[in-house]
């Protein structure tokens, strides 16, 4: 069994490449509207900021700098970065690295542990629960959390924002063997095997399926 802690600013203040394996069957609880979502992160990306890193993120939505967007990417780590994807999906991020650099991890998906039955409500499409949290919009739908709205919760103090109430907690001990390799879908260079920046458990069941992005598949 693995035993949990909550994160820190410490915590999170490296580099997201760095950062992102730590997080790999940690907790994210979520109450929001008189509910509460609890999720074991079972997937995860790094994105860096601009200026970040040795190798220069075209995948990132920092990778530009400063815009009122991605401004919570650019605050002090364990903030929560929740944007919009595709006009529909509220997907959440850990902010990570030092206050005034950015750099997230997207959380992409995690298994339920608690909370089911709000979270089978908010997710009416998922018809078995592996599927709740099994990709980035779902898992943003499952724990309550929404852009505008919920946009720099603070998942360290658990101060509340809108209604809601984060909390992250990390394992004592990190997973010993993860697996990585290419962002899903992310388009272009960003989303090639030169940037092998998710990782996930490996043979765990919620772990979203992967696709390549457009132009970033493998050489033929």
């Not at 919009?84 to 850990?94: A, W």
């Not at 724990?143 to 360290?156: E, T, Y």
């Not at 697996?179 to 458990?201: D, L, M, N």
């Amino acid at each position: 069994m693995t035993v949990l802690r909550p994160a820190t600013r410490d915590d999170l203040a490296a580099l997201p490449l760095e950062v992102a394996p730590r997080l790999l069957g940690g907790v994210l609880r979520v109450s929001a509207a008189g509910e509460t979502v609890a999720v074991r992160l079972t997937e995860v990306e790094a994105y860096h900021g601009r200026g970040t890193g040795a190798l220069p993120d075209p995948g990132s939505h920092a990778r530009m700098g400063p815009t009122p967007r991605n401004a919570t990417m650019w605050g002090e780590p364990g903030h929560l970065y929740v944007y919009l994807s595709h006009g529909i999906h509220s997907c959440v991020n850990v902010v990570c690295g030092p206050d005034g650099v950015a750099g997230g991890v997207l959380l992409r998906a995690g298994e339920v542990i608690e909370g089911l039955d709000a979270a089978r409500r908010r997710r009416p499409a998922a018809r078995v629960d592996r599927d709740l949290a099994r990709g980035p919009g779902r898992l943003g739908d499952a724990v309550g959390l929404r852009h505008p709205l919920h946009d720099g919760i603070d998942a360290v103090t658990g101060v509340p924002l809108h209604g809601a109430v984060a909390h992250l907690l990390l394992p004592v001990d990190p997973l010993p063997a993860t697996a990585t390799g290419p962002r899903v879908g992310v388009a272009g260079e960003a989303g090639t095997a030169a940037f092998p920046w998710r990782f996930w458990i490996a043979g765990d069941p919620t772990v979203s399926a992967f696709r390549w992005g457009r132009g970033a598949g493998p050489v033929r």
